[in-house]
């Protein structure tokens, strides 16, 4: 199977377009997991609650993340995108705007639903353009997610030093954003269904399905990957304080470092998967990982440390975007565009419970033995990608980097 021909411009004009609408998310989540101490004691949450309203969002996100499954056999995800991204939006200035904590539960709901069908659609469009465009962009598309995270988290920080309200932070930025994201969805690009109706002939009971075994190994890539990065999320300033001695200052550096490591790999990494190809490219990453938290592990002092977060980047950076790329070319060239929708959506599930796993899971190691032990533990998960590297090639590989060529004139 091949994409319809697409006009160069439109492609370029829709990549732009959902580069900006990745960026616009990064900082809406930032927004929202940087400031959750001054939602703690903005709403008054105590400690005990707090563990349930975190992992309340991403279990609302994995069951947003199979509504959009559903709901793409009968609408277009870019209609998706259009639509939950305002909503994404306007849930975070409703935490921040809220006025009691049965309020502030009700956002982070709609927040976490609203925030799954975002990723899930999100995804499907950026594996679809990839698909148009013939080569390796799923990376830049998720750079731009990493620098929407570090301007988001730079924001969270200057309300923090200004001592501005919750909903004095989120206001302005919302007020900005929302309108963004209409505008930039109007050049969405998605073109593969362009001819093929939703809802008409037999529906979506036409559409085959790709069976869950097979994407399987996928989804522990997927979830492996999302412990280590929710290890660095959760844990680095900790470990950095605790174990190695650092300074409270100096804690909070290693995340920063990680964040624009994550960065500059993806900046790069389609580069390096049009010269290599992807399995090459996930073996080169996952290696680079494990030593990352190795190096953590045994690092004798604080600045060991950070070398072993920058390179824990440079690592993992490159593991997600290429595993939603593998799914959504596997199940294509199986059974078609919906099939890598579907495919998208349920690979998308195993980032929430990678996610949900990773803190608590780290957590309790470090208190039952050691920190620095509990930090082989997400290194040993993520060399299990290893094993599964073959499965981020084409299942088709009609030339050496796995991709077809371009059928579109002028693609920048």
Same mark, same amino acid.
């Given at each position: ?202 529906? $979506?009971? %036409?559409? #085959?399905?790709? +069976?869950?075994?097979? @994407? *399987?190994? /996928?989804? =522990? ?78 690092? $004798?002092? %604080?600045? #060991?440390?950070? +070398?072993?977060?920058? @390179? *824990?980047? /440079?690592? =993992? ?96």
């Amino acid at each position: 199977m091949t994409a319809p021909l697409v006009p160069g411009a439109q492609l370029r004009h829709g990549r732009v377009s959902l580069a900006l609408s990745f960026c616009v998310q990064g900082a809406v989540f930032a927004l929202l997991v940087t400031r959750i101490p001054a939602i703690q004691d903005r709403y008054g949450i105590s400690d005990a609650l707090l563990p349930v309203f975190l992992a309340a969002v991403p279990v609302l996100a994995g069951v947003g993340s199979v509504v959009t499954e559903q709901l793409v056999k009968r609408v277009r995800p870019s209609l998706v995108l259009r639509c939950v991204q305002p909503v994404v939006c306007l849930a975070l200035l409703a935490v921040g705007a809220a006025g009691s904590m049965a309020q502030v539960a009700v956002a982070l709901a709609a927040f976490g639903l609203s925030v799954g069908a975002l990723d899930a659609s999100m995804n499907m469009l950026g594996v679809s353009l990839q698909r148009a465009y013939g080569r390796s962009i799923m990376l830049g598309f998720h750079a731009a997610y990493s620098l929407g995270g570090i301007v988001g988290a730079s924001l969270a920080w200057a309300g923090a030093h200004w001592k501005l309200s919750l909903a004095m932070l989120y206001g302005p930025v919302v007020a900005v954003l929302v309108p963004l994201a209409l505008i930039v969805g109007r050049w969405f690009v998605d073109q593969e269904r362009a001819k093929e109706p939703r809802g008409s002939g037999e529906g $979506p009971a %036409a559409v #085959a399905p790709v +069976a869950m075994r097979l @994407l *399987l190994p /996928l989804c =522990l890539v997927m979830a492996f990957a999302y412990i280590g990065d929710s290890t660095v999320s959760n844990w680095s300033a900790k470990y950095l304080q605790d174990v190695l001695g650092s300074s409270e200052q100096l804690a909070t550096v290693p995340y920063n470092v990680y964040m624009v490591t994550t960065l500059l790999g993806r900046a790069v990494g389609d580069l390096g998967v049009r010269r290599f190809g992807a399995v090459a490219v996930v073996r080169t990453g996952t290696v680079v990982a494990a030593g990352g938290f190795a190096v953590v592990a045994a690092a $004798p002092g %604080a600045w #060991a440390g950070m +070398a072993g977060f920058t @390179l *824990l980047g /440079l690592g =993992l950076c490159v593991l997600v975007p290429q595993t939603f790329a593998a799914a959504g070319r596997y199940a294509f060239e199986k059974h078609g565009p919906e099939a890598s929708d579907a495919a998208v959506a349920r690979l998308n599930i195993f980032n929430y419970v990678g996610f949900l796993i990773g803190s608590p899971l780290v957590g309790a190691l470090g208190d039952a033995w050691s920190y620095r032990g509990a930090m082989l533990v997400p290194m040993a998960l993520v060399l299990v990608t290893l094993v599964y590297a073959r499965s981020f090639g084409a299942p088709e590989a009609r030339y050496g980097d796995g991709y077809e060529r371009p059928r579109t004139a002028d693609v920048g």
